[in-house]
């Protein structure tokens, strides 16, 4: 059930601009790994997921695209926030983690794959 609501989350994420898709497709691959190996080798195969998850299981990366969506939609989406939170202690706490989840994002690898040609290694 974990699965097709965050694979349905990452569909949506593709066309709502603060819903991210990235996360909630590895939620749902991790999901799919043991309840259904035939969705999850769908997932792994599938001409717009596939990419993101071959990038993150067998680097830890992400493309570059991936990367400066993700910063500015958690900019955008944390702003909002803070911005409408009325405590200001919540403000603190939104801030913090702003800046915890920023700095684990941007020090993630970026790696670029291209259609169609294997990696030399």
């Keep these: 059930m974990v699965g097709i609501l965050s ?7 593709i066309f709502l601009p603060l819903l ?6 590895l939620l749902s691959s991790a999901c799919f790994m043991r309840s259904s190996p035939r969705f999850h080798r769908w997932l ?3 001409k717009t997921f596939g990419p993101i998850l071959d990038n993150w299981h067998n680097h830890k990366a992400v493309t570059t695209k991936v990367k400066t969506r993700g910063t500015v939609y958690i ?12 405590h200001f202690w919540l403000k603190i706490m939104l801030v913090i983690m702003l800046v915890a989840l920023l700095v ?4 993630l690898p970026v790696i670029e794959r291209l259609a169609d040609e294997q990696e030399n290694h």
């Design 7 to 13: 694979l349905c989350l990452g569909i949506l994420g």
């Design 20 to 25: 991210p898709t990235t996360p909630f497709i």
């Design 44 to 46: 792994h195969q599938h």
């Design 75 to 86: 900019l955008l989406s944390f702003s909002f926030s803070i911005w409408f939170v009325p």
């Design 104 to 107: 684990w994002f941007i020090r």
